[in-house]
């Protein structure tokens, strides 16, 4: 992406973290800090927020961890899970933040069956994450992890906001040959909340009851009336030592079809629009990428403190995630004019 276009985005993203709630200057900004040439730690101010991996030497797909309040609450669980604190079934499937799908023509990525590589940009170095964003560019490989089945275009924007950031996550894919996206549940983007915070009312061994309680945008509450069903958003929210927290996944309203929500009461949410059939909402989707059909998947994340007005207040973020997704958006068409 070139210098214009960094800009652009950094002054929108500046200006929509600001004026949207009529904050000044004085703002605290988002920083990156290298931990290796493809591992960044997000800063917000002096408080880290999160970690983006865009390679692990176990994970064989890239995430974030680690998500945190602006005051430090971690709202996903550890990584790795602590077996003392933490509930820790799927260390390496739900390893906190991620978009995996566990069909690709056939390819397992969400199991770790299959590998997604990490590209350069070009040919010169340069930094994964800088000028405001995350930008990487990723192969889906299989056959022995040398065949690509497709590629992806990742960008991540992170938003400081009035009680909580937003993460602006816009992945594009295409293929030189095509190549389906199947039907299952584990498709999408997913999130594993920290323990303490999953909406399970019973106590696991040592570990305690959960605290936590799901919700969506048609009013529905709990795993059981929101799994399968769709909506613009969901959040899952509870208390992290004692004080407020959540996190909430927003669907943009211009992606190919609506998500439907994979909600566990163990702590697990996936925003799936592949799995129709899985989550018992009609025939078996199948969605083809191939060389004049890319596919575009835009969401974003809200992790955020205590709420006044619970709907209302999650509505309005999301809102303003729509808003500074199609700003940015605007903002990067202009400069390719």
Known sequence: MNGILRTALVVVST???????GQTAAREEVSFVPQTDEVVE???????????????DKITRP??????????????????????????????FHPGLWMAFGNISGADYWRNKDRVVYSPL???PEPLAQDGEIHARYSYLTDRRIHIVCEEDFRGVVLPQSNGWLLLCDSTFTSDAPCEFGDQEEMG????????????????????PGNGRILDAQGRVGADQIWGQSAAWCDYSGQVNGQPAGIAIFCHP????????????????????????????????RVTVGPDKPLRLRYGVWVHGALNDEARDLQQAYDRYVQAANQLDDAANRTAE
């Not at 997000?42 to 692990?56: E, K, L, W």
């Not at 899970?81 to 933490?86: I, S």
């Open 189 to 208: 983007l997913g999130i594993r909340l920290a323990t303490e915070m999953r909406s399970e009312a019973r106590a696991r061994g040592d570990i305690p």
């Open 122 to 124: 070009s040919h010169q």
């Open 15 to 21: 200006g929509l973290s600001l004026a949207a709630h």
């Open 42 to 56: 997000v800063r917000i101010g002096n408080q880290p927020v999160a970690v983006y991996h865009a390679t692990d």
């Open 254 to 285: 211009d992606n190919f079809r609506p998500s439907w929500w994979h909600a566990r009461d163990y702590g697990l949410l996936v925003a799936n629009p592949f799995g129709r059939a899985a989550m018992h909402q009609g025939e078996p989707s």
């Open 63 to 92: 995430f974030f961890s680690d998500l945190r309040t602006l005051d430090g609450r971690q709202v996903t669980r550890r990584h790795p899970p602590d077996p003392k604190r933490d509930l820790a079934d799927h260390p390496e």
